[in-house]
């Protein structure tokens, strides 16, 4: 009995163990995926700025055990198809110059519906496609700044101050696009979003709250989302955050985007303990420190899309 008593310890230590994806670091293939993995920013996002990555950390977790990672720019303020043209060039691009035939796109907040473009328009670059607090149905927030009638000095206030804050980012971080911060807004909504799902609706759910098709045009769709605008004391970002939240009342959501709109396809899980920035481990990785780790759970769907062959 006494030695029957540690073995069923060491038995449930090491079950733990792999469930949380500790041995997952020793494995050098954990995260080798058929088709490389293609980080596609939101809104007033960006590659990196003064040493401070928007995916923070996030392709060295995934290289490291065996994906191969690139990091696109776009415009940091547009339109969703405007957006959608520019990663599709860089996606040309880099099929032509490294010789891979497709990507496996992950999108942040805008970058969901911007990944969801090229996926529509050219599905033989596409192998999959991931929403990490996608606005795939919109944002609330973006409702309420589309309150400012069209066309009106308060638009054009915001405009230019919206403007001026993507023309920055865009400088510092070398993308060299125009920006249109009103037209990001627009698309933004839920009544634009909406309306690109009428032209684009691959992977996004017919109900209100459900999930998408898995597989359309032999292209995987996956989503994943936080529900906790306030996460960690010392993060500058939670209380922008938790005033962004405001909007949307009594439901979920991460600070900027609804827990349903971030449905797409497969949804992996859509309450974690994270708010927008949090996904994909900004600001310098201040999250939960009692919730899952974003890193993980990138390599862990780093890992699932190994699994699908993709």
């Known amino acids: 009995m006494r030695r029957i008593i540690p073995a069923l310890l060491l038995t449930v230590?090491?079950?733990?163990?792999?469930?949380?994806?500790?041995?997952?670091?020793?494995?050098?293939?954990?995260?080798?995926?058929?088709?490389?993995?293609?980080?596609?920013?939101?809104?007033?996002?960006?590659?990196s700025i003064l040493g401070m990555d928007y995916f923070y950390r996030v392709p060295q977790a995934l290289e490291r055990s065996g994906a191969t990672v690139y990091i696109v720019t776009v415009a940091a303020a547009n339109e969703t198809e405007v957006r959608g043209e520019q990663l599709l060039a860089q996606l040309e691009t880099l099929s032509a110059v490294t010789g891979h035939r497709?990507?496996?796109?992950?999108?942040?907040?805008?970058?969901?519906?911007?990944?969801?473009?090229?996926a529509s328009?050219?599905?033989?670059?596409?192998?999959?496609?991931?929403?990490?607090?996608?606005?795939?149905?919109?944002?609330?927030?973006?409702?309420?700044?589309?309150?400012?009638?069209?066309?009106?000095?308060?638009?054009?206030?915001?405009?230019?101050?919206?403007?001026?804050?993507?023309?920055?980012?865009?400088?510092?971080?070398?993308?060299?696009?125009?920006?249109?911060?009103?037209?990001?807004?627009?698309?933004?909504?839920?009544?634009?979003?909406?309306?690109?799902?009428?032209?684009h609706p691959q992977g996004v759910p017919t109900s209100d709250c459900g999930e998408g098709d898995y597989v359309v045009n032999g292209i995987r769709y996956y989503s994943w989302s936080g529900t906790q605008p306030l996460t960690n004391v010392l993060d500058l970002s939670d209380p922008l955050m938790a005033i962004a939240s405001v909007p949307f009342l009594f439901e979920a959501n991460d600070g900027l985007v609804g827990r349903c709109s971030s449905h797409l396809g497969m949804v992996v899980r859509d309450?974690?303990?994270?708010?927008?920035?949090?996904?994909?481990?900004?600001?310098?990785?201040?999250?939960d420190i009692l919730s899952t780790d974003p890193l993980t759970v990138f390599r862990q769907h780093a890992n699932r899309l190994k699994q699908a062959g993709l």
């Open 121 to 199: 328009v050219r599905p033989d670059l596409v192998a999959s496609v991931t929403g990490i607090g996608g606005t795939n149905k919109g944002s609330a927030t973006a409702d309420i700044a589309r309150f400012v009638e069209p066309g009106s000095l308060g638009e054009d206030i915001i405009g230019l101050f919206a403007n001026t804050l993507a023309q920055l980012i865009d400088g510092v971080s070398g993308g060299g696009y125009e920006q249109d911060a009103i037209g990001s807004f627009r698309d933004l909504t839920t009544e634009a979003s909406l309306a690109f799902n009428e032209i």
């Open 13 to 47: 230590l090491l079950s733990s163990a792999s469930h949380a994806g500790f041995f997952s670091f020793f494995d050098r293939n954990y995260t080798k995926t058929q088709y490389p993995i293609v980080l596609v920013h939101g809104l007033f996002g960006f590659d």
């Open 271 to 287: 309450d974690y303990r994270m708010n927008h920035l949090d996904e994909v481990n900004l600001l310098l990785g201040l999250h």
């Open 102 to 118: 497709k990507f496996n796109l992950i999108g942040h907040s805008h970058g969901s519906p911007t990944s969801r473009y090229v």
